[in-house]
Structures are given as structure tokens and as C-alpha cells.
């Protein structure tokens, strides 16, 4: 499968222009020389290509949201019970009246194992569907629509990352929000399954995809305009002349603007989903009309302060990893000659 991907990767047009032994190369300027000379690991579209982003994925969601667990914890029991507690300070108030400081890292376990495999499920499968989805609409028409291209891309990775993560991210909001439950994920999950099969484990995947594919759809779809934007009027010089830690540093801003507006889309869904994992035998639509509208919003300052971070966080780790692999990071795509000469745009 990878090896016939890797053939179509090489003709799409975001594709490393240093590797495609079709085009000629530009002549380097300054520091763009290092960009065009660098060795990279593997090809483009390669097997090894996206298995070491599988990899990024693992590192930048498994690490950023575990360690983003306390404000989960906070945000997961305001929103299934918003009269006990009524703020995200007041949320850290109670919690550690109650639990203490280890009370804080409830679901950690949960929260690592599934958001890695999530990871590896979304960023990895994010590059098979663009590069796919780019052969299929041909090199002037995935210019032409990118942004749908990031959509459908992102989209299709995330109903699979979903899967892979809907189990743990259910053992999670049972440890956070339900006193007593368990503690741990050795217990929670044995007792789950022996209360409700293993349905317990999956009644929660059609609003995690309600939740998540909106959300990954914002991430990625904004996070790549976003980065366009900056090249284009912020950076005061083109992406090859930055260096890469330059380059970092605009990967982590268009993160965390990516971040914000992820937050804001995918709230709803994401109160559903806590309140549905807590309680027992209820629907997806059952907990949106108890809810309403005012109560699907609860909790959204602190899930902006901790999507903006972790979406900040996770790009720029995620950008860092293919660094550290030096595999290819092709930089916005550009409008292709051929389309250029059909609009008059060059001579």
C-alpha cells in the first residue's frame, strides 16, 4: 500500500520540490542553500515517511494531554456538574479540598494511552488522505482547493483516530467524574466491561466524532491557511531563508490561533460527551436537550486556554519530531505554472 502511495506522492503538489527529480531545482539564495542541500531520511510519501509521522503524533497528543490532565480534570466535572463546580478556579478550589494534589492526575493512565494512539492515528493517516486525496484532484485543482483538501484529509484521519481513542477517553471521564468509580484505569476498566460489556467502551464514539472531527477539521484546515498567511505577511522573509527554529516559532502561533478556534467549535460535543460517559443509559440527544444551549457552553474559557496550548504545543512538537527525523517539510504550496499560464499570470 505505502509503495503505491509513495508513486503518487511524488507527483502532488505538496510535495518537497528537492525531491522531485522531474522538476529542476531553484538556485539557491543564502540561506535557502542549506533547505535545498539538506539530506533528508526517507522520500516523501514513503512508508518510512508515515510511520515517523505516525510517530510525531504519538509524542506531540500522548505527552500535551497528559500533561494538561488537572485543567481536563477541572473542565470534564464542570461540565457535568456546573452547580458543585461553578469556575475553573473554583473547580481547582474544590478538587483539591476533596482529592488533594494527587486528586489532579486522575485519568492520567487513560488519557496517555489514548490520545497516543490517537495521535498516531491522526497525524499519520492525515498525510496518507492528503497526498491520496491530492492524486485524485490532480495538481492545479488540490491548489485550487486546499482548504477543502485539509478538510477532507483531516477528516477522514480523525473518524479512525476516534476509534482508537474512544475506549480510554471513556475509562477517563468515569475515573475524573464519578467519586468512588475508580481510581485507576486497572480498575475502571474491569468494571465497565463487567457492568456494561463492551459497549461501555464505545457508546461515546459517535459524539467524540461529533466532537473531534469538527475539531481536527479547524485544526489542520487553519492551522496550514494560517501558516500560508504568515509567510506571506508576516515573516518578513520567505520560509527558505528562516532558519528552523524560526520556522518553529511560526509553527507554534499558528498553533495556538488554530487552537482557539478549535476550542470553540468543538465545546458542544465535548459537553456531551462527558455527560454522556458519566451516566448510564442515556442518548447522545438525551444529554443535549437536558443540557441546552447555555449548558453546552460550560467550561469554554478553560477549554480555550487548554485546546489553544495543546494545539500550539502539539504542532510545534509534532514539526520538531520530523526536524529531529529530518523528514521532508514541504513548505506552503504554491500555485503551479501551468494554472498560472491559464490565468495570464505569467508571460
Given at each position: 500500500m505505502f509503495s503505491s502511495v509513495a508513486q503518487l506522492a511524488r507527483a502532488n503538489?505538496?510535495?518537497?520540490?528537492a525531491l522531485?527529480?522531474?522538476?529542476?531545482?531553484?538556485?539557491?539564495?543564502?540561506?535557502?542553500?542549506?533547505?535545498?542541500?539538506?539530506?533528508y531520511s526517507c522520500d516523501y510519501g514513503s512508508g518510512r515517511f508515515f510511520v515517523l509521522c505516525g510517530v510525531g503524533g504519538v509524542i506531540s497528543c500522548g505527552t500535551t494531554h497528559t500533561a494538561l490532565v488537572p485543567l481536563d480534570l477541572v473542565k470534564c466535572r464542570m461540565q457535568v456538574d456546573p452547580q458543585k463546580y461553578k469556575g475553573i478556579f473554583n473547580g481547582f478550589s474544590v478538587t483539591l479540598k476533596e482529592d488533594g494534589v494527587r486528586g489532579l492526575a486522575k485519568g492520567w493512565a487513560p488519557t496517555f494511552i489514548g490520545y497516543s494512539m490517537q495521535g498516531l492515528c491522526k497525524f499519520g493517516f492525515y498525510e496518507v488522505f492528503k497526498v491520496l486525496y491530492s492524486n485524485i484532484l490532480g495538481e492545479e485543482n488540490s491548489y485550487l482547493w486546499r482548504t477543502s483538501l485539509y478538510l477532507a484529509s483531516s477528516a477522514s484521519a480523525e473518524f479512525f483516530a476516534d476509534i482508537a481513542?474512544?475506549?480510554?477517553?471513556?475509562?477517563?471521564?468515569r475515573i475524573q467524574t464519578q467519586p468512588g468509580y475508580a481510581n485507576t484505569l486497572r480498575d475502571a476498566a474491569p468494571k465497565m466491561y463487567k457492568e456494561?460489556?463492551?459497549?461501555?467502551?464505545?457508546?461515546?464514539?459517535?459524539?467524540?466524532?461529533?466532537?473531534?472531527?469538527?475539531?481536527?477539521?479547524?485544526?489542520?484546515?487553519?492551522?496550514?491557511?494560517?501558516?500560508?498567511?504568515?509567510?506571506?505577511?508576516?515573516?518578513?522573509?520567505?520560509r527558505s531563508e528562516c532558519s528552523k527554529a524560526e520556522q518553529l516559532v511560526v509553527t507554534f502561533v499558528a498553533g495556538y490561533i488554530a487552537g482557539v478556534f478549535?476550542?470553540?467549535?468543538?465545546?458542544?460535543?465535548?459537553?456531551?460527551?462527558?455527560?454522556?460517559?458519566?451516566?448510564?443509559?442515556?442518548?447522545?440527544?438525551?444529554?443535549?436537550?437536558?443540557?441546552?444551549?447555555?449548558?453546552?457552553?460550560?467550561?469554554?474559557?478553560?477549554?480555550?486556554?487548554?485546546?489553544?496550548?495543546?494545539?500550539?504545543?502539539?504542532?510545534?512538537?509534532?514539526?520538531?519530531?520530523?526536524?529531529?527525523?529530518r523528514l521532508p517539510r514541504p513548505p506552503p504550496p504554491e500555485m503551479p505554472e501551468s494554472l498560472k499560464k491559464k490565468l495570464g499570470l505569467t508571460q
Open positions: 503538489p505538496f510535495h518537497a520540490p522531485q527529480p522531474d522538476r529542476p531545482a531553484a538556485r539557491p539564495r543564502g540561506l535557502a542553500a542549506a533547505a535545498v542541500e539538506e539530506r481513542l474512544a475506549p480510554m477517553e471513556a475509562a477517563k471521564v456494561e460489556g463492551l459497549f461501555a467502551f464505545y457508546k461515546g464514539v459517535a459524539p467524540l466524532w461529533m466532537r473531534q472531527i469538527p475539531y481536527t477539521m479547524m485544526k489542520f484546515a487553519c492551522f496550514e491557511r494560517t501558516v500560508e498567511a504568515l509567510y506571506k505577511f508576516v515573516v518578513p522573509k520567505p478549535c476550542a470553540i467549535v468543538s465545546h458542544p460535543a465535548d459537553s456531551v460527551v462527558s455527560v454522556l460517559n458519566k451516566e448510564k443509559g442515556s442518548s447522545a440527544s438525551q444529554v443535549l436537550q437536558r443540557l441546552g444551549f447555555r449548558g453546552v457552553w460550560k467550561g469554554l474559557f478553560a477549554r480555550i486556554i487548554m485546546i489553544g496550548t495543546l494545539t500550539a504545543l502539539q504542532w510545534f512538537i509534532y514539526d520538531s519530531v520530523k526536524v529531529y527525523f
